[in-house]
């Protein structure tokens, strides 16, 4: 079955950088879609970056634009976000989400993903 494993997640100054991963397995990572997602304390789980299979495009929330990037590696099944920039309200659980479509397109929506991972937190102090 698919698995994510998410890490790099720490406690980090506003203004500071971090580097997410999202180690797949369990089946070929490249058709996939992949996305970033995270969820601060009493918010709701929303978008932060896509990226398409085979790494054509990307796509990112307006919040994260300019600061965020996603990337993938095929050959290590793993996918990326670097932060910069980081604000304290940036400050949440990071989670890793796969799409089911086959050489599907990616997307901003949690329900069109159905593997995800444990998260991982990330916490920016001003």
């Not at 990226?51 to 495009?57: D, E, L, P, T």
């Not at 940036?90 to 479509?101: G, I, N, P, Q």
Request: hydrophobic share 35%.
């Amino acid at each position: 079955q698919v698995q994510l494993v998410e890490s790099g997640g720490a406690l980090v100054q506003a203004r500071g950088s971090l580097r997410l991963s999202c180690a797949a397995s369990g089946r070929t990572f490249n058709d996939y879609a992949m996305g970033w997602f995270r969820q601060a304390p009493g918010k709701e789980r929303e978008f932060v970056a896509a990226i398409s299979w085979g790494a054509f495009s990307t796509y990112f929330a307006a919040s994260v634009k300019g600061r965020f990037t996603i990337s993938r590696d095929n050959a290590k099944n793993t996918v990326y976000l670097q932060m910069n920039s980081l604000k304290p309200e940036d400050t949440a659980v990071y989670y890793c989400a796969s799409r089911d479509t086959y050489r599907g397109s990616y997307s901003a929506r949690s329900y069109d993903y159905a593997y995800w991972g444990q998260g991982t937190q990330v916490t920016v102090s001003s």
